[in-house]
């Protein structure tokens, strides 16, 4: 593999970045013109609620992946990447600004709006001479007039990447955001057995009923990971064919978790931790595994870095670049945060969501939960529901549960005293603390927090929990969190909440 241009350079200014978090970390380069015609280009390939569902990277579903696979072997894969949020606008937001969701307002709710004051990625890539843009998804589900914005804060939307591509002037480096839209649902049923994926062979994880209804779901899930896959292979074979690879720092994660009780809108590892891998030909020793915490907000401060761009001084992410580089002393950092506030707008007051923040350590993942009284799935519906009704419609109850198989399955099996364990995890009332031992509980099944042999930790982990959050002006910690139960939601049409649940 070709080694990148100012590749030594770029790595000790990350590292040089990381030390000094509170400073505008970098300086633009004093020959613009030059540097133009040296900077990677960067391409990222970012699924739609695909994670990893347990603590460590062990592959539930034997998903046919190889293109993620290759850039694993070409690239350096990280073992313990969280997103800061578990819902996709906060998610993405924090993607674009490298800050948490509670420090951008409207923009830690699903479906508002990320106001044009906080600075994104793009835009300063844009500004500093690169081409951007995006296709598909980019930061939604919500509304850009509301927050001043006329364009996706990814970029200008194309057809595709081909179609980026012609665009391109000659010579400028790119940056483009491929947003797809798997896996998230609806699903096809059954659609991922007739692409010859195998109900069976799926390990359904402890906190969902091993039934047909559950892995035939989860092998719908598994064929749009691979669909996604495929299509970002596709990707990165136009690349090659151009001779632009190795001049590409490609990145492949997702944006939150599997759409499964358990996973998606929640702080457990299946709805926080991500498949993450990057691929540069400036890459030192490929192949490597890091087992470093880091967080998708390291995204916005990684690509800046690489292009030679001041990082504003609000991202709160690292440059991951050091881990690159493969050398020296790496930034050290002993855990990472994340938090949620409105996911779907689904509980008995209209605006409510279910405000909590976790800090996830090596061995231990320590979940807040503000406002305890409230059901963290959402209300049930008032009207009868169906096992159909609940696998098409989201609003059917428990709406922070996206609909389909698996969910109608343990709604309509409640009263069955094998399956009601599974339906409380998934909709009961929680704690106000949580606390999970993930190196012997890899799917957060115990609850250790109140445990007297696991209360110092559990104290411990509060106490740094809440001075991160005072540190970055959480409003949940100001006294005047309630700030998010009051924005608007901005559905997009036909998402709207109906008049009575």
Request: aromatic share 10%.
């Amino acid at each position: 593999m070709s080694k990148g241009i100012t590749r030594r350079a770029l790595f000790a200014a990350g590292a040089a970045f990381s030390a000094s978090p509170g400073l505008a970390r970098a300086a633009a380069p004093r020959d613009p013109q030059a540097w133009r015609a040296k900077r990677p280009n960067i391409l990222f390939l970012l699924a739609d609620d695909w994670s990893w569902t347990s603590a460590d990277t062990h592959d539930d579903l034997k998903l046919a992946i190889p293109a993620y696979r290759r850039l694993c072997e070409e690239g350096v894969s990280f073992s313990n990447a969280f997103v800061a949020c578990p819902s996709c606008s906060a998610s993405r937001a924090s993607i674009l600004t490298g800050q948490w969701p509670w420090e951008l307002e409207e923009g830690a709710n699903l479906a508002g709006t990320l106001d044009a004051r906080f600075q994104v990625y793009p835009e300063l890539l844009e500004q500093s001479g690169y081409f951007v843009g995006m296709t598909r998804k980019g930061w939604a589900p919500g509304q850009l007039a509301p927050g001043h914005r006329t364009q996706n804060p990814a970029g200008k939307s194309y057809e595709s990447f081909a179609n980026f591509l012609d665009h391109r002037p000659e010579g400028a480096p790119f940056c483009f955001w491929f947003g797809s839209h798997d896996p998230h649902r609806p699903y096809e049923i059954d659609r991922g057995a007739h692409a010859g994926i195998d109900p069976g062979r799926v390990d359904v994880p402890p906190y969902l009923p091993d039934v047909a209804e559950v892995r035939g779901d989860m092998a719908d899930y598994a064929f749009g990971v691979e669909r996604f896959n495929r299509e970002a292979g596709e990707l990165i074979a136009r690349l090659e064919a151009s001779g632009e690879l190795e001049n590409t720092l490609i990145v492949m994660t997702g944006d939150n978790g599997w759409p499964f009780p358990r996973g998606k809108a929640s702080l457990y590892d299946s709805g926080i931790h991500v498949p993450f891998v990057i691929r540069w030909g400036g890459i030192e020793r490929p192949g490597r595994v890091v087992d470093a915490i880091i967080s998708t907000t390291d995204l916005a401060p990684t690509f800046l870095t690489l292009a030679g761009v001041a990082i504003p001084h609000d991202m709160v992410g690292t440059s991951l670049l050091p881990w690159l580089d493969g050398e020296g002393a790496m930034p050290k950092r002993e855990y990472t945060l994340a938090g949620m506030e409105r996911h779907m707008d689904v509980r008995q007051t209209i605006g409510w969501g279910y405000p909590m923040r976790a800090i996830r350590t090596a061995d231990f993942l320590y979940i807040r939960n503000f406002e305890p009284g409230r059901m963290p799935a959402g209300v049930p519906s008032v009207h009868p529901q169906t096992a159909a009704t609940l696998t098409s419609n989201v609003y059917a109850g428990y709406g922070d549960i996206d609909q389909g198989r698996a969910k109608a399955y343990i709604v309509t099996h409640r009263d069955d005293p094998a399956v009601k364990p599974y339906f409380d995890r998934a909709t009961a009332l929680r704690p106000a603390r949580e606390l999970y031992r993930v190196t012997h509980d890899r799917y957060d099944m115990q609850n250790l927090a109140e445990l007297p042999e696991f209360r110092s930790v559990a104290d411990r982990l509060d106490r740094e929990l809440i001075q991160a959050l005072k540190a970055t002006h959480d409003p949940r910690q100001e006294g005047h969190g309630a700030l998010f139960d009051h924005y608007r939601p901005y559905n997009d049409p036909g998402f709207k909440r109906p008049d009575v649940i």
